[in-house]
C-alpha cells in the first residue's frame, strides 16, 4: 500500500508540473501576444501590459548599434489615435523557452511593404504571477516574406485505430512544403485535432533536407505546438494544405470544426484546398454549402488502396479507403505508377500521390496563388 501510495504521488506531481508548464507556455503567448497585437494594431495599452514597467529595449539606428529605449518610450512611438488601424506588422511567436520562473521568447515581424523581417529576442520574468517582457532586443533584415500564410492539416494520431500500431505524420510530407513555401514567401502555420505536438513518422537525417528542418529550433517549435482548430481564423489563409502519412486516416476527415475552417477558406475567401499521399482522406468527406461533396466531379490524387499492404494489420484498421470514397462521393481519381510523382490540379484543389509529389504540390499552389 505504502508503495502504491508513493507512485500515485509521483505521478501526481508529474501531471501537476506538465500542467504547469503547459500553462507557463500559454501565459507567455498571452504576452508576447498583446505586444504583437498592440504593435500591429498601435494599441498602446496592450503593449504595456506585455512589458514590465522598467524594461529596456536594445535596438539598433544607422548610428548607434546598441540603442537602449525605455519601454514607456517605445509604447508612445504608437500613438494613441492610430489605436486599432492596422500598421502592417504581422507578428509571430517562433519559440519559448522556460526556466523556473525565467523565459526567453522569439518573435518574427514582418513588414511586407518594405521587405523587411526583424527577429526579436525577449527575456521574460514571472512577476507576482504575470509573465512580463523585462527586456527586448531586435535585429532587421531584408526579406521576400509576403505576409500570406498557409495552414497545414494534420492528424494527431499516434497510433492505427484502437491498436499500439504506431502512426505519424509523414516528415518528407511536411519539410518538403514547407521548405517550397518559405522560400517563396509564404508563412506556413499548423492545425491538427488536439493541437500540441504532431506524432513524426518516416525521419531520416542522412536526407539533407530532413536534417535541416529537424535541428532548426524555430521549425521545431512550430510542429511541436500546432495550434487547436479553435484558435484559427479561416480568414487569416489563402489555403490549406493536408498532410499525408498513415495517420492521417485517423481523426481528421470526420472533424467538424476542420472540415468548417477549409471550406470557409475555399468558398467565403477564395483559397485553395490541397492534400498529398494520405492526406487526401483528409478531403474525402468536405462538402460545399449547397451539400456537394467537395471531390464531385473533380480530378483528385492521394495515396490508392492498390498500393497499401493490405495483409498487413495497420490496413485492417483504415476506417474507410481514399480511392474508394473518392468515387463513391463522385469524384475521379487519378495516379500513376508507384514511387513515381503525381499531381492533379482542378480549379482551386491541388492533390498528389505520395510524398514524391509535395514540391509539385506546392509549386501548383503557389502558381495559382501569384496568378
Known sequence: MKTFTLILAFFISLFSHICMAQSDQQA???????YIQGTSFNDQSRIKNAFQSDALLHLQKTDQANWVVKASDYIGWFKEENKGKFNGRIGEILDIDIAGNIATAKVEILVPAKSLRYTDLFLLKKLD???????????????NRNGKRILFIAS?????????LPAGVSFSEIVIAYHTFKQAGYTVDFVSPDGGALPLAYINTSMPLHKQYLYDSDFMFAIGNSKTPQQINPADYVAVHYLGGTNAMYGVADNQQIQAISMAIYERHGGIISSVCHGTAGIVNLRTQDGQYLV???????????YENQSKAYFAQFPFLIKQSVELHGGTFLYSPRNTP??????RIVTGQNYLSSQAVAEQIIQLLEK
Not at 504571477?129 to 526579406?143: F, G
Not at 464531385?296 to 492498390?306: H, L, T
Open 28 to 34: 507567455i503567448s498571452d504576452t508576447l501576444n498583446d
Open 342 to 347: 503525381h499531381v492533379e490540379v482542378d480549379g
Open 296 to 306: 464531385s466531379g473533380k480530378r483528385i490524387s492521394g495515396y490508392p488502396e492498390d
Open 156 to 164: 494527431s494520431a499516434y497510433f492505427h485505430g484502437e491498436t499500439q
Open 129 to 143: 504571477k504575470r509573465w512580463q517582457i523585462i527586456s527586448k532586443s531586435a535585429s532587421s533584415d531584408t526579406s
